[in-house]
């Protein structure tokens, strides 16, 4: 599914990867709405052993755009998830969305969750957060 207008939500978990992005409006006691934003087909890269380069693919900024359109109306954002998606998000947002960026209250390592323990995590970060920023 595709995300056609922001999140309402003004805490919102982003949990991303490579292939995906979830995005979680984080409530009192609940993570009571979800979307979904996925990027096109997913490229892999395969490294010869006479070039230059890692082999990575670069960051799929369309993909990453998108996330940032869904995340505008947020004031408080978590980025989760494995690898460096997150890292490329945060990146992403502070180069071309320097107000979002400044909206990033953390950047956490998580590896495959469900969607509840997404989401209650993301609720007792926030608990924390809320705290330290009032």
Avoid: Y
Wanted: proline content about 6%; aromatic content about 6%.
């Amino acid at each position: 599914m595709n995300v056609d207008h922001p999140m309402q939500h003004t805490h919102v978990c982003v949990w991303i990867d490579h292939r995906e992005a979830k995005l979680f409006g984080i409530g009192l006691e609940t993570a009571d709405e979800e979307r979904l934003v996925e990027p096109g087909p997913h490229h892999r890269i395969h490294r010869k052993a006479d070039q230059v380069g890692k082999g990575k693919a670069p960051p799929d900024t369309v993909f990453l755009e998108r996330v940032a359109e869904a995340l505008s109306a947020s004031t408080a954002i978590l980025i989760v998830g494995p690898g460096v998606a997150k890292a490329e998000l945060a990146a992403h947002l502070r180069l071309h969305h320097a107000v979002l960026a400044g909206r990033i209250w953390g950047i956490e390592p998580f590896d495959h969750p469900t969607d509840r323990e997404i989401g209650a995590a993301a609720r007792r970060f926030f608990r924390s957060a809320d705290r330290m920023h009032a």
